[in-house]
């Protein structure tokens, strides 16, 4: 969405290493995929691995500053906010939730038990390894979750309240 410093848009970079496809129009977001929004009601849980399957996962690249015009308007989509996790990037290092698109495509992919995908993703910048350090207990206790009670049970343990109106 060209609203964040060119020099430190973690989405670009994934696109230069070909490791992601930007998407140009919200019409071609596949209907299945799981759209990343920070504001869902619904969170991403490891059953979310079939849709991941149908119709990958996507980031939309925008500013956390602006987050709320963005997210005004509708996008295709399984909308889902991710559960909460310790930022490792440079710009928000341990703010919680305020992940950088990179940060949030790995853990959705490491959620839904695509680790390797996950961890190649954040192997292209200096701060990865940090990321999955900062989070490799609540990721793997996510990943195990058989449910979105076990899910909302593991981040209350690490983060307190979660604060979601609805969770069905």
Do not use: H
Request: charge should be positive.
């Amino acid at each position: 969405m060209g609203q964040d410093d060119p020099s430190k848009c973690t989405s670009a970079k994934l696109v230069r290493f070909n490791l992601a496809k930007p998407i140009r129009s919200r019409r071609l977001i596949p209907r299945r995929a799981i759209l990343l929004n920070p504001s869902s009601n619904l969170v991403l849980t490891p059953s979310d691995k079939e849709n991941v399957d149908d119709g990958g996962v996507v980031a939309v690249d925008c500013s956390w500053k602006r987050i709320g015009e963005t997210f005004n308007r509708r996008f295709p989509g399984l909308n889902r906010r991710l559960p909460s996790l310790l930022a490792a990037n440079p710009v928000s290092y341990a703010k919680i939730g305020v992940l950088s698109s990179a940060e949030a495509l790995a853990a959705s992919l490491i959620i839904t038990s695509y680790n390797q995908e996950g961890e190649r993703i954040l192997k292209i910048y200096k701060w990865g390894q940090t990321f999955l350090t900062l989070n490799m207990e609540p990721l793997k206790e996510y990943s195990r979750a058989k449910s979105l009670e076990d899910v909302l049970k593991v981040e209350e343990a690490y983060f307190g309240s979660t604060n979601i109106k609805e969770t069905s």
